[in-house]
């Protein structure tokens, strides 16, 4: 709570012009940030369904409020080791380009504001290797966030995932801040 | 349970080691029943040995009777041997007379003859004379033819004087064939003495015979007594044989005793432990009984106790559902929240207080699922604690289970145990019983083992006594032997001697035989010589003649007294030839004289030899009455042994009469065997 009070009166007493709403998640020990602008929604996952032919990040595909979507292992994305699904599991669902795309992530349970000046950018030793993924790195709290670029996960190196989503054309949905 | 494992292993080590003991006892018994079994042997050996020992000595007492028989005939013949030798001297006195009065004959005789040499020597002078005469005559024929007459006359004179010669020359003879006569009474004589030394000589080898036989009697009656010597020194050894088994059987037999009365005290002891071990298992079984109920009572609380455990856990689980579900409902609800939070934040300005609400729904959510997390652990924390009870209540079931079947098991090893050492304390006490029985048995055993040590020690005394004995009587019959080897050799010298005799007497009718062929000789030459004395006279006779014819014719005178002369000289030469024979019969008289002196020397001799038989006789004699004496002394002696066989063979028959020998052993094997069968189980 000591924690928490200090956040809410935070997000509560920052203008919303300086700060930008960022949903944090948890993957393989560390703690990332991803614009909030850009998930669509977070769900729960229970099961996916295996496909053949799949990219080797690729689990699956499952089904979310009806529309099927494929689903993006970001551990084995990020060269980690694959977890079982558990209730913390979370899909980071992503609209992008007329494309949806779930993330599969250890677990998301964070609602941040980051100001965008307090944004580091990587550092030089790693910024050529994960420079497509990552927009930089910031303090929360003492904690130290990566901030997540989606760009480059869906680009076609990232994601070889020819096939263009069926329903990509829901309308006015490339929300910015 | 160790502990009664460990008393009984020691109870049945007491027992075996009595059953040891028994073993040790019946082959001690065995021992004894074959020590005994031999002793009697050697008993019934004795009694034989005695039965020959005595049969024997009957023999030698029948011996002894015969020895002394053979004394008194050995006495009567020393006596018969005394009175020959005293006629044997008698006549030998007379022989020594008889040579004396030879002697005296033969010095006439020398006499004589040297009378007789004289004469011869004087006619022999005469004849010398004569020749120087015929000489004369022959250097004065002439003279002498005119003296013829005168010479005829003296022819005449020479004619009676060879007459005298002749008659002195026969007289010569005679006496010399009175000579001849004497030295063969001299002869016959020395046969006579001869014939009767013989006698003598024989009735001492008689004597020496019988002083053998006395000594091959003694000797046997000698060997018999050595012979009951070793037969009853052999009594001995086996009297010590006897008494040293006997000593063992009681040596045995203590040890027997000492270790029953050590069997006793193990026994007492083995019973004292077999009380205290039975009341220690009965306490134990209580105790068992006991911690088999309580045993028990652990056993179901147990149950009861991990069923309600499993219980709890079964509600734990629920429980955990129970926050599962929360927890789900926790993390939808942060979704939604967060959802909630994206779409106000799409919604911008108009969003704001939705995402408040959002934010706020979000803690709870979240304090919720932090809850559920504390209550998750807490939960399963206790159904760890749970598993862990209902694991550790199973397994205190499973040891408590098990516990009570080996508290059963002990129970019923404690109720076989308790049954173990009644069945063994029964034992001990009857091996208490047999055992005290086994110590009065072994304590009669060691008296009556006693009593046969101690009349095996008087046999061997009394044996060694008989031992003693017979030695003092094989003593008596060296000494016997020893006299009558002295006896033997006394009359060996006797017979020497009487042998020397014969020699001497042989030697001295040799030497008569000499003198009577040499009185023969002197009698042949005394003829001759009378002869030549006749011829001498025919010769006279016929010079008285030739005188005669000289007177006739003187012419013929000269060859004549040639002739004379050499008649002469050989009538001078005859004369000395006479002479020379003469000087031979002196000589021979001479040596007659001596041989007489000799055989007077001989005689004495005899008789000093027979004087010195007459003594060795009486010493025989004496000897015999010794040999006689020792014979009594023998014979008593002999009785004596006699008697002490027969106390020898009464001792013996009752040393089996007094069941020492076979029948103690029997008892000791019959005492032994019947603990030793109580005893094993």
Redesign the interface.
């Known amino acids: 709570m000591s924690q928490?009070s200090p956040e809410?009166a935070a997000?509560?007493a920052q203008p919303?012009a300086a700060t930008e709403?960022f949903?944090l998640f948890d993957l393989a020990g560390a703690t990332y940030a991803v614009r909030?602008?850009e998930?669509?929604?977070?769900?729960?996952v229970e099961s996916v369904t295996p496909v053949p032919n799949a990219p080797a990040a690729v689990d699956g595909v499952v089904s979310v409020r009806g529309q099927v979507i494929p689903v993006v292992n970001l551990r084995a994305r990020f060269g980690f080791e694959r977890i079982a699904i558990g209730?913390?599991s979370?899909l980071l669902v992503v609209r992008r380009d007329g494309r949806t795309v779930g993330f599969l992530v250890d677990s998301?349970?964070?609602?941040a504001r980051i100001d965008p000046g307090s944004i580091h950018p990587p550092p030089e030793g790693i910024s050529g290797l994960n420079g497509r993924y990552l927009e930089g790195t910031a303090h929360l709290g003492g904690r130290l966030v990566l901030v997540l670029d989606m760009t480059d996960l869906f680009s076609p190196d990232g994601l070889e995932f020819a096939s263009p989503p069926p329903a990509a054309t829901e309308p006015g949905e490339s929300?910015d801040p | 349970m160790s502990f009664l494992t460990r008393w009984g292993g020691n109870g049945a080590g007491d027992a075996g080691s009595v059953r040891v003991d028994a073993a040790r006892l019946l082959g001690v018994a065995d021992e004894a029943t074959q020590a005994a079994s031999l002793q009697d042997e050697r008993a019934a050996a004795q009694l034989r040995r005695v039965d020959a020992a005595a049969a024997r000595a009957g023999e030698v007492v029948r011996s002894l009777g015969e020895s002394a028989d053979q004394a008194g005939e050995v006495a009567t013949a020393a006596e018969q041997l005394a009175s020959s030798a005293n006629e044997m001297a008698a006549s030998i006195e007379e022989i020594t007379a008889t040579a004396a009065n030879l002697a005296a004959s033969v010095a006439e005789t020398g006499a004589a003859v040297e009378e007789s040499s004289r004469s011869i020597q004087q006619v022999a002078a005469t004849a010398g004379e004569m020749a120087t005469a015929a000489e004369e005559v022959s250097a004065g024929t002439v003279q002498m033819a005119a003296s013829v007459k005168s010479v005829a006359g003296d022819t005449d004179a020479l004619s009676t004087s060879v007459a005298q010669l002749a008659a002195s020359v026969e007289e010569t003879s005679r006496s010399t064939e009175a000579l001849a006569g004497n030295a063969d009474d001299l002869a016959a004589a020395a046969e006579q003495s001869l014939s009767s030394i013989n006698e003598m000589a024989a009735s001492i080898e008689q004597a020496q015979a019988s002083a053998a036989a006395t000594a091959a009697a003694v000797e046997q009656v000698s060997v018999s007594v050595e012979e009951t010597a070793r037969s009853v020194q052999g009594v001995a050894q086996n009297a010590e044989v006897i008494a040293a088994s006997v000593a063992t059987a009681a040596s045995g037999a203590k040890q027997l005793e000492a270790s029953i009365r050590d069997a006793a005290a193990s026994a007492a002891q083995a019973a004292d432990v077999t009380g205290r071990l039975s009341r220690d298992a009965e306490e134990g079984g209580a105790a068992v009984e006991k911690s088999i109920q309580g045993l028990s009572r652990v056993r179901t609380s147990m149950a009861q106790s991990a069923s309600v455990v499993r219980e709890m856990g079964k509600r734990s689980a629920d429980i955990s559902g129970i926050v599962?579900t929360i927890?789900?409902i926790a993390?939808?609800t942060?979704?939604l929240?967060?959802?909630a939070?994206?779409e106000a934040?799409?919604a911008?300005?108009a969003g704001?207080g939705f995402?408040?609400v959002?934010?706020e729904i979000?803690?709870l959510a979240?304090r919720s699922a932090r809850a559920t997390a504390e209550i998750g652990a807490i939960i399963r924390g206790l159904q760890e604690v749970v598993q862990d009870a209902v694991e550790q209540a199973s397994e205190g079931q499973r040891v408590a289970d098990e516990s009570g079947r080996l508290a059963e098991d002990g129970l019923a090893g404690l109720k076989r145990i308790l049954a173990g050492i009644e069945q063994s304390s029964a034992h001990v006490e009857r091996i208490a019983r047999a055992t005290e029985e086994q110590g009065q048995a072994a304590r009669s055993v060691v008296e009556v083992v006693s009593t046969a040590a101690e009349q095996s020690r008087q046999v061997t005394a009394a044996t060694r006594d008989q031992a003693t004995a017979l030695q003092e009587l094989v003593a008596g019959s060296v000494t016997m032997r020893k006299s009558g080897v002295q006896v033997a050799a006394a009359l060996a010298e006797q017979s020497r001697a009487a042998r020397e005799i014969v020699k001497a007497a042989q030697a001295t009718a040799g030497l008569a035989g000499q003198v009577r062929r040499s009185a023969t000789e002197q009698a042949a030459a005394t003829t001759q010589m009378t002869q030549v004395v006749e011829s001498l006279r025919r010769g006279a006779a016929s010079t008285s003649t030739a005188l005669a014819e000289q007177s006739q014719g003187a012419e013929r005178i000269a060859a004549e007294t040639g002739r004379l002369t050499r008649m002469i000289a050989s009538v001078s030469q005859a004369m000395g030839e006479q002479s020379a024979s003469a000087e031979q019969i002196a000589a021979a008289a001479a040596d007659m004289r001596r041989q007489s002196d000799q055989t007077s020397r001989g005689m004495a001799e005899q008789a000093r030899a027979a004087a010195e038989i007459s003594t060795a006789t009486q010493s025989v004699a004496r000897q015999i009455a010794r040999v006689t004496a020792s014979n009594r002394e023998q014979t008593a002696g002999a009785r004596q042994i006699q008697e002490a066989l027969a106390a020898l063979r009464e001792s013996v028959e009752a040393g089996r009469a007094a069941e020492v020998g076979l029948d103690l052993p029997e008892r000791i094997r019959l005492l032994v065997r019947a603990p030793a069968g109580r005893q094993g189980y």
């Open positions: 928490e809410a997000d509560q919303p709403p949903i909030s602008a998930i669509q929604q977070l769900e729960m209730l913390r979370r998301a349970r964070e609602f929300t | 599962d927890n789900l993390e939808r942060n979704l929240s967060l959802n939070s994206i934040a799409r911008g300005d704001r995402a408040v959002a934010e979000r803690h979240d």
